[in-house]
């Protein structure tokens, strides 16, 4: 099994590699010092994820000379030397981001998503963006589908406000705060608890979790034991916008707005033509993961996706299975849609919190286990007791595995607020568990679920932008590329899909999902 890590990165949206600038304000985190190779393969993440220079903002600033998606346009570009477009032919679009006296900009850093779509077909596809540094950008499409294909550009952040995310990534590594009870006899203490903890006069009690070493700590409370730690919760979320700062985060204004077209917005698109060449973008050939056709996801890797419409087909496929769920609510949202799908599937009564967990469900009648675990600190979550916050690469190292062990993990919407090589160290961890996993039970099937853009709310944005989002995308797929691992490309499913972007996703997304899941556990025979 091939564990090398692979440089190239194909995310749905990919930017020239820049500038790389490491999060300052080292003194809150003070890691371990890493491997040569572990060190090493860190650096080329932080490369690939870097960006493009953006604007440093004058203090005052207006938004006059900032990104204006009323101002800015796209123009398609005809279909060299035939004028018409075939399935099989990928379409490019220009992009010209304009400033809000209407003036074209002249650098790059902007954040756009792209999608081809039609309504009617219940057809979508994300396209990939290219930068060009200079205020123009390139989207670029495969045509998938015969008939209309609507095209549709967003510019989801502003270069200005990438420089006030970047700022705030730097100087905040710890804008979002949790806290823990002690109790020792009738007394009880809340301290502050955190990846990374300011220094001060009270001492700190160390939870780093021993087996993987992912680091932990809260304020020791006074004249009590650090032992006495029983419960972990969310705590809150600093202050961390400079004023004026917030008008480059408006909804409706700059933020998650669409693009006009300058002429058409659409092509028709005729069925494939055996005799022609087909139309190749001029900046860079792009196949997605998927797209959607009547309203179903077909992904192009030659994955045959089946659709589970009843009862009856789920619990055979998952009969005899252990499923086993790890991350976050969106993960969670599995274990709610097959708990509520299959009435032979009794949940069993764990005194878990609600929406917490843990959760686990039986139907001893076909032999199905189905649970579902949170994964460990950081977790933005409800008062839990401190002995479930359990690591998924822990759970991993203790499960058996085999072919009828079926592993579905997730771990990215609560990364988005810290430093990303608290992330990368993360997955580094999370994936040496993973192979280790298939190499005493190569038949596990593990299947990984990607990270998705999100509302437009100026709390996701500061917290969880889907810049951050983007970031720490690129470094999963990096990190798991060559492994003997299936990937669920959510990403792609939530942007080519016309319902609104949201961190937990629509049914109809999440009906596609599960179909991509249980088509990954049970494929068709002779595909």
């Given at each position: ?7 190239k ?10 500038s790389?600038?490491?999060?300052k ?22 490369q690939?994820?870097?960006w ?21 346009t ?54 990939k ?52 009870m ?23 009690c ?18 009590m034991s ?13 202050k961390v ?9 408006q ?16 092509v028709?698109?005729?069925?494939k ?66 708990n ?16 917490v ?8 009648a ?63 961890r ?47 797929r ?12 959510v ?31 049970c ?5």
């Amino acid at each position: 099994m091939d564990n090398k890590f692979q440089t190239k990165v194909h995310p749905p949206i990919i930017y020239p590699k820049v500038s790389t600038h490491p999060p300052k304000g080292r003194s809150v985190c003070n890691f371990p010092p890493l491997s040569p190779k572990d060190a090493l393969e860190e650096r080329l993440l932080l490369q690939s994820v870097s960006w493009p220079e953006t604007p440093k903002l004058p203090s005052p600033f207006t938004l006059e000379q900032t990104s204006d998606p009323a101002h800015s346009t796209f123009t398609i570009h005809p279909a060299r030397g035939r004028g018409e477009w075939h399935v099989g032919d990928q379409l490019e679009v220009k992009i010209v981001i304009s400033d809000f006296k209407g003036h074209p900009k002249k650098s790059g850093g902007d954040l756009l998503f792209a999608r081809l779509h039609n309504l009617k077909l219940g057809a979508g596809v994300a396209g990939k963006v290219e930068d060009h540094l200079n205020g123009s950008y390139s989207a670029v499409f495969p045509l998938l589908w015969e008939g209309d294909a609507q095209v549709e550009v967003t510019l989801v952040h502003s270069s200005e406000a990438i420089t006030v995310l970047n700022r705030i990534d730097s100087e905040e590594p710890d804008r979002v705060f949790f806290k823990s009870m002690f109790r020792s006899g009738s007394r009880s203490q809340t301290t502050i608890c955190n990846v990374c903890l300011l220094p001060t006069q009270q001492p700190l009690c160390n939870f780093t979790d021993h087996r993987t070493g992912d680091p932990w700590f809260c304020y020791k409370p006074n004249n009590m034991s650090c032992d006495a730690r029983i419960t972990h919760t969310m705590g809150g979320y600093k202050k961390v916008l400079k004023a004026k700062e917030g008008k480059l985060l408006q909804g409706r204004v700059n933020f998650k707005v669409p693009i006009r077209a300058m002429g058409l917005a659409k092509v028709t698109v005729s069925p494939k033509n055996e005799g022609l060449q087909e139309v190749k973008s001029s900046i860079v050939n792009y196949t997605a993961s998927g797209y959607y056709y009547q309203g179903l996801w077909r992904p192009l890797d030659g994955t045959k996706v089946r659709q589970f419409n009843n009862a009856s087909a789920i619990t055979q496929c998952l009969k005899g299975k252990m499923v086993h769920l790890y991350g976050d609510s969106t993960i969670r949202q599995f274990f709610e849609f097959l708990n509520a799908a299959l009435p032979g599937l009794k949940e069993f009564n764990m005194h878990s919190p609600s929406k917490v967990g843990p959760f686990m469900a039986l139907d001893y009648a076909n032999n199905i286990l189905m649970m579902y675990r949170c994964h460990g600190t950081p977790i933005r979550i409800r008062p839990i007791s401190a002995s479930q916050v359990h690591y998924i690469a822990n759970e991993l190292d203790d499960l058996s595995g085999g072919p009828d062990t079926v592993v579905v993990f997730c771990i990215w919407a609560h990364f988005g607020s810290f430093p990303i090589d608290v992330y990368i160290r993360r997955v580094q961890r999370l994936r040496s568990a993973v192979v280790r996993l298939l190499d005493r039970a190569p038949e596990t099937l593990i299947i990984i679920r990607t990270a998705n853009p999100k509302e437009v709310n100026i709390s996701s944005a500061l917290y969880n932008s889907d810049w951050y989002t983007l970031q720490r995308d690129q470094v999963l797929r990096a990190m798991f590329k060559g492994l003997n691992v299936r990937l669920i490309d959510v990403w792609e499913m939530v942007i080519a899909h016309h319902l609104p972007h949201k961190v937990h996703p629509d049914p109809p997304i999440i009906k596609n999902i599960i179909d991509v899941i249980l088509s990954y556990t049970c494929p068709q025979k002779g595909v």
